[in-house]
């Protein structure tokens, strides 16, 4: 039986690069963006030249009333769901002093970023815990957060908050889960070039290259998907309620 997956905020960078490695590595594929619109579809065509059943999937992750109907409909279409990567993700509103952050960045930060990884995870295991599963089919959840889940960005207060609160989510998860064989990862991207970290990939750049990163340079989306579908597919086995630093080594305490 084939693994199914639905990754949120798929219409490009991370998401877009993970729902194309898990792809190549032989899972249906439900691509999410908040609108049913020209990018997603691009999303979707790019996808399905690896051979495998696509969809798209568009609602918008904050709105928990979509999550029943939607992850319905995936099944109906692409069969039992195996894979949830929470990757839907945004940044604040403006970057400045965590004094002058306003309630709608916060709000903006933690509605995308940790409450719908909650809603939407809980929504999932229910549906996983609901049915008989196969017991040859490995089954998880994988958290896209980020370095900044445990590193200040004074800057970028409210998102750091978020991403903090995301990566306790993903262990609280990986506890009530364990017994039901549901695996749940935090995966924690550094310097990667998106189109979120655009205006600021420069200065990014030279920071690595001066010694920020062990590896001298920013990562690639598709090396975050690389990892994602690593872990998505059981290839590290005996492993759940961790966190995957991919971020070049940039937090590895120094003297």
């Known amino acids: 039986m084939m693994q199914v997956a639905l990754v949120t905020g798929s219409s490009r960078g991370i998401g877009l690069a993970t729902a194309e490695a898990l792809a190549q590595a032989g899972f249906a594929i439900a691509l999410n963006g908040p609108a049913d619109d020209a990018e997603l579809h691009a999303a979707v065509k790019r996808v399905s ?41 945004v940044g604040v509103l403006q970057r400045g002093d965590l004094l002058d952050v306003t309630e709608a960045s916060w709000d903006r930060c933690v509605n995308v970023n940790a409450k719908a990884v909650f809603f939407l995870s809980q929504a999932f295991a229910r549906r996983l815990l609901s049915r008989k599963r196969d017991d040859e089919q490995f089954y998880a959840i994988v958290n896209v957060t980020s370095s900044n889940a445990v590193a200040v960005a004074v800057q970028r207060s409210e998102y750091c908050a978020s991403k903090a609160a995301a990566a306790m989510i993903s262990r609280t998860l990986a506890v009530r889960l364990g017994a039901e064989n549901i695996a749940v990862y935090d995966v924690q991207p550094g310097l990667i070039a998106t189109e979120m970290t655009a205006p600021v990939i420069e200065s990014y750049r030279k920071r690595a290259e ?24 059981g290839k590290l086995p005996y492993v759940t309620g961790q966190a995957i630093s991919a971020d070049a080594g940039m937090l590895v305490p120094r003297f």
Request: net charge negative.
């Open 49 to 89: 030249d690896y051979g495998v059943p696509v969809m798209a999937a568009p609602f918008d992750v904050t709105d928990s009333a979509a999550y029943e109907p939607q992850l319905s409909r995936i099944e109906d279409t692409l069969g039992p769901l195996t894979t949830l990567v929470n990757n839907a993700g």
């Open 210 to 233: 001066d010694g920020l990163t062990l590896f001298p340079r920013v990562g690639t989306p598709a090396e975050i998907g690389a990892i994602i579908t690593s872990l998505a597919a």
